[in-house]
């Protein structure tokens, strides 16, 4: 091997670097530092390994906010997904390229439209007191709360809001599937004589399906990892495991959690790492049908 | 001299671009600093003018975790940069308790690190357990009451305030004045805490007061918990973090928070037409006070010292009286005759000897809130 083409090698691996340097920094030292301390007990001046805090993250309260931090997300994920493939199918089919310009720039600023001002925008709009929840009151005599049973305030409504972006989100992210579906695929089914379910059920679907989960997995960890807008709406009433960490590790009621904080970091750890596999895994084999 | 400094910034202007070592540039005036850091008193010093002079020198008060409309500190802060030619930093001013004590951890030796905290009592407590705090005794050190003072000066309470009902009287008939009008039926949909109670100590302790009113004590309060479970299944309580803004917005017309906060509500919302009340719940209430504690590792030790000094003095404590707050030293200066009368008169009347939980009681109440807020009130 000549020296040039070995530094030509080693420039390559070079270019490497600054990527590698920013995993290590900002995904493995924290994760590691995360793991360290979830299994350290006692007083910030006398630390030593143990698994009080790990097993404490799984009992009781703790529980019962991963539970329902899983049960939370896994619900507007599916939700999201079929409401914003449905869309994003429309949007596909359609033929207005103004409106699907429209509709997907929308989408990509609204999937990323989150938090505080998110929570107290629903509050304006359909909070006890909002726009929409006096206009509806006055006008038509309709409770939002009592009626048609929408509490904002509740598990239900924080799902509701969370759909505000995660709807947008599975728009943005299934529509090059969708878009990678070749018509001839369907011109060749129909000529086979498949109906039109035919069609997705043995071409699309199958094609989509890889996907489809990938983008679900994706959904449910954006919602799993999502927290100011529940904590301004829910005030610590609704139990999920990212508002536990936040009273853990920053407030001014608990002295001394950060350890378990780190250990409840722990469990969302341990849950989204497979997801992420899976979606990766996903990619990866719907990259083989559409590119 | 001039050399010196030069050959430091060229140490300084190193150790930057190893990044590593941030706390070598911080190093200054290094032999002034040092006689004001162990100083336990204004006279250790020399007296109040050497301690002035020594605090003009650093120039620099770094602060945090103070919002402006908390307690008069706004006005407070700028009082003093004014009065003694000194620059104060108030950082991060929505910060937590927490947040100060990690501060002081993670920013050791630096510039920036916090020089004086004010924090919730369990974290003055705690804080000095860990040694964080510098021991210091204020000119005023007599008038604290001992059990609102650490004996050796780590830590010592600024102010205090009672849990009372806050109340936009435009908005709601009838304003409540005791916790179990809380339940009627003509609240429904009113009444919201200003934060988390696993995360706010003010939204705990309004759970506190709630438990002191259904029959709970400074060691029980779990039946507190249960009547917000019965708040919440009326569909009264509103579970959104209350702010001046919720409130002109007609969301949460009734606030359970200190009385302090409650009359600076009544402040900001003024101008946009709500008629904020606020009254110290006659069936039960807790008392509280935040603690003051310099840090040992401040970077202006004495800057930190004259801030206490000026706290502490008629001025401070009038200061603090004029953001609602209930000053320490007030029972005192109302002997002497040093508070100003027409801020004593806003403050809402308190009727019965309020509760002060121990710090004992406060870590079980929040072992309870911990395992059984959330599965309560939901």
Request: aromatic share 8%; with cysteine; net charge neutral.
């Amino acid at each position: 091997m000549s020296s040039s083409v070995r530094s030509a090698r080693a420039l390559k691996w070079l270019g490497l670097v600054p990527f590698l340097a920013y995993v290590g920094v900002f995904f493995l030292l924290p994760t590691g530092v995360i793991v360290y301390s979830a299994f350290q007990v006692g007083d910030s001046g006398s630390t030593s390994f143990g698994t009080a805090n790990v097993a404490s993250a799984l009992q009781g309260a703790y529980l019962t906010g991963l539970k329902n931090s899983v049960v939370l997300s896994l619900v507007v994920a599916i939700i999201a997904a079929a409401l914003g493939i449905v869309l994003a199918q429309a949007i596909v089919s359609g033929r207005g390229q103004l409106l699907q310009r429209a509709v997907s720039t929308s989408a990509a600023v609204l999937a990323n439209f989150g938090g505080l001002p998110l929570a107290f925008l629903f509050v304006a709009a359909i909070g006890n007191a909002g726009v929409l929840t006096k206009l509806l009151q006055d006008h038509l005599d309709i409770s939002l709360r009592d009626d048609l049973h929408l509490d904002l305030y509740s598990q239900a409504g924080v799902q509701f809001v969370y759909l505000y972006f995660l709807v947008p989100l599975m728009v943005l992210v299934i529509t090059p599937a969708l878009e990678g579906l070749r018509p001839e695929w369907r011109e060749a089914a129909e000529s086979l004589g498949a109906h039109g379910w035919q069609y997705w059920r043995y071409v699309a679907g199958p094609a989509l399906l890889p996907h489809f989960l990938g983008s679900v997995a994706l959904l449910f960890c954006t919602s799993f990892s999502s927290f100011a807008t529940a904590d301004a709406l829910t005030n610590g009433t609704l139990a999920i495991t990212p508002l536990q960490i936040e009273s853990a590790v920053s407030g001014n009621v608990l002295v001394g959690q950060e350890n378990l904080g780190a250990a409840l970091a722990l469990n969302m750890i341990v849950v989204v790492v497979p997801l992420t596999l899976l979606y990766q895994y996903m990619q990866n084999r719907t990259s083989r049908w559409l590119q | 001299m001039r050399i010196a400094t030069a050959r430091n910034v060229g140490i300084c202007l190193v150790a930057g671009a190893l990044v590593l070592s941030m706390g070598a540039c911080t190093k200054k005036s290094e032999t002034a600093a040092s006689s004001a850091a162990t100083a336990t008193s204004a006279a250790d010093l020399g007296g109040m003018d050497a301690l002035i002079a020594a605090a003009k020198k650093e120039g620099t008060l770094n602060l945090m975790a103070l919002p402006r409309d908390w307690a008069g500190y706004g006005e407070l802060m700028d009082n003093f940069a004014a009065k003694y030619g000194i620059k104060v930093n108030d950082d991060n001013p929505g910060a937590s308790s927490a947040d100060e004590i990690n501060a002081i951890k993670s920013l050791k030796g630096q510039d920036r690190a916090p020089d004086a905290v004010d924090v919730g009592t369990s974290f003055a407590i705690s804080g000095a357990k860990e040694g964080l705090y510098a021991p210091y005794k204020v000119t005023g050190w007599a008038d604290i009451p001992d059990s609102q003072k650490a004996s050796d000066g780590t830590w010592f309470a600024d102010y205090g305030g009672y849990m009372s009902i806050g109340c936009d009287a435009a908005k709601v008939q009838v304003c409540p004045t005791t916790i179990a009008d809380l339940l009627e039926p003509q609240y429904k949909g009113q009444v919201a805490l200003s934060g988390d109670p696993l995360k706010s100590n003010s939204a705990l302790m309004a759970v506190w007061t709630s438990a002191l009113a259904n029959g709970g004590s400074a060691d029980n309060i779990q039946p507190g918990i249960d009547f917000f479970g019965k708040l919440k299944a009326a569909g009264n309580f509103v579970p959104v973090k209350a702010t001046a803004a919720t409130v002109q917005s007609g969301e949460t017309p009734i606030i359970i928070d200190w009385d302090y906060l409650n009359a600076g509500i009544a402040q900001t919302t003024a101008n946009s037409g709500a008629k904020w009340t606020v009254a110290v719940s006659t069936d039960a209430s807790i008392g509280g006070y935040y603690a003051q504690a310099i840090s040992k590792t401040a970077p202006h030790p004495a800057a930190a010292r004259l801030w206490q000094e000026y706290l502490y003095s008629d001025e401070g404590q009038n200061g603090l009286l004029k953001g609602f707050a209930r000053p320490v030293r007030l029972p005192a200066m109302q002997k002497s005759g040093k508070v100003d009368p027409a801020l004593a008169k806003v403050l809402p009347a308190a009727s019965d000897k309020p509760v002060y939980p121990t710090d004992d009681q406060a870590a079980k109440a929040k072992d309870t809130m911990t395992q059984t807020w959330a599965n309560t009130v939901k």
